[in-house]
């Protein structure tokens, strides 16, 4: 009996690392935070997520379970440390081995990091009591397999916790590899949430142009709503 030939098409996992590949070549300056626009872009979403922290009445963050769902190279595990989380509640989830490689180097060996496919990641159920996903979703083009990752962050939560998200809101007419999350859709990933959402980051094109004039004025303009290019959500599990 013959064998069916193995399907040639990449798995959804497998084209959602091509893109990150793609994306990540040349953009090592991007994103450094030598660079102006990627600073301030970095401390406003801090400076939101404490804000966060704070209204929710997480104040002593030594005691909270953290997933963070394609944690790269470990960039924002590192400020969650520094804002007092504990290594041994931190985890981490990467699909990329190379970025992988790099956040195990950097990151305590008591902060646990995993590498592949969220969907099925060894997260145990109702054990979290947040999950962050940033600049995630607008990389997967596959709804479907969007949902997936979305329902495997909701099982995770305990009732009560809730999923933090940072992403693009519109589409990036420059890249065809990202596709933007706004409210909307991201309400439809979590039906069942209470969806706290607000704008942020002033649109990296513009920001990186201003930036190279006066870092001052990307602080002004990121004060105009339509300017700005990111949601960050939290989205709250019922509790039931």
Same mark, same amino acid.
């Given at each position: 009996?013959?064998?069916?030939?193995?399907?040639?098409?990449?798995? *959804?996992?497998?084209?959602?690392?091509?893109?990150?590949?793609?994306?990540?070549?040349?953009?090592?300056?991007?994103?450094?935070?030598?660079?102006?626009?990627?600073?301030?872009?970095?401390?406003?979403?801090?400076?939101?997520?404490? !804000?966060?922290? #704070?209204?929710?009445?997480?104040?002593? /963050?030594?005691?909270?379970? /953290?997933?963070?769902?394609?944690?790269?190279?470990?960039?924002?595990?590192?400020?969650?440390?520094? $804002?007092?989380?504990?290594?041994?509640?931190?985890?981490?989830?990467?699909?990329?081995?190379?970025?992988?490689? =790099?956040?195990?180097?950097?990151?305590?060996?008591?902060?646990?990091?995993?590498?592949?496919?969220?969907?099925?990641?060894? =997260?145990?159920?109702?054990?979290? *009591?947040? &999950?962050? &996903?940033?600049?995630?979703?607008?990389? =997967?083009?596959?709804?479907?397999?969007?949902?997936? $990752?979305?329902?495997?962050?909701?099982?995770?939560?305990?009732?009560?916790?809730? &999923?933090?998200?940072?992403?693009? #809101?519109?589409?990036?007419?420059?890249?065809? *590899? =990202?596709?933007?999350?706004?409210?909307?859709?991201?309400?439809?990933?979590?039906?069942?949430?209470?969806?706290?959402?607000?704008?942020?980051?002033?649109?990296?094109?513009?920001? !990186?142009?201003?930036?190279?004039?006066?870092?001052?004025?990307?602080?002004?303009? &990121?004060? /105009?709503?339509?300017? #700005?290019?990111? /949601?960050?959500?939290?989205?709250?599990?019922?509790? #039931?």
């Amino acid at each position: 009996m013959t064998q069916p030939a193995p399907d040639p098409r990449p798995t *959804d996992a497998e084209a959602m690392a091509a893109r990150y590949a793609r994306r990540a070549t040349g953009s090592a300056d991007r994103y450094s935070l030598l660079d102006a626009a990627a600073l301030r872009e970095r401390q406003g979403r801090q400076r939101a997520l404490v !804000r966060l922290l #704070r209204r929710h009445g997480h104040t002593d /963050l030594s005691s909270l379970m /953290l997933t963070e769902l394609g944690c790269g190279h470990g960039a924002n595990l590192l400020e969650l440390l520094q $804002l007092g989380f504990a290594p041994r509640h931190l985890h981490g989830i990467e699909l990329l081995p190379d970025r992988h490689a =790099v956040a195990r180097q950097r990151l305590p060996e008591a902060l646990s990091l995993w590498l592949g496919d969220a969907s099925i990641a060894p =997260v145990a159920p109702r054990s979290q *009591d947040l &999950v962050l &996903v940033s600049t995630v979703f607008s990389s =997967v083009l596959d709804g479907a397999f969007q949902q997936r $990752l979305a329902d495997a962050t909701w099982r995770w939560l305990k009732p009560g916790g809730a &999923v933090i998200v940072y992403d693009f #809101r519109i589409d990036n007419p420059r890249n065809a *590899d =990202v596709r933007g999350v706004p409210a909307r859709r991201l309400r439809s990933l979590y039906p069942e949430g209470r969806a706290e959402i607000a704008s942020l980051t002033l649109a990296p094109p513009l920001a !990186r142009a201003v930036g190279r004039l006066h870092p001052g004025l990307i602080d002004a303009l &990121v004060l /105009l709503p339509p300017l #700005r290019t990111h /949601l960050l959500a939290w989205v709250v599990k019922p509790l #039931r």
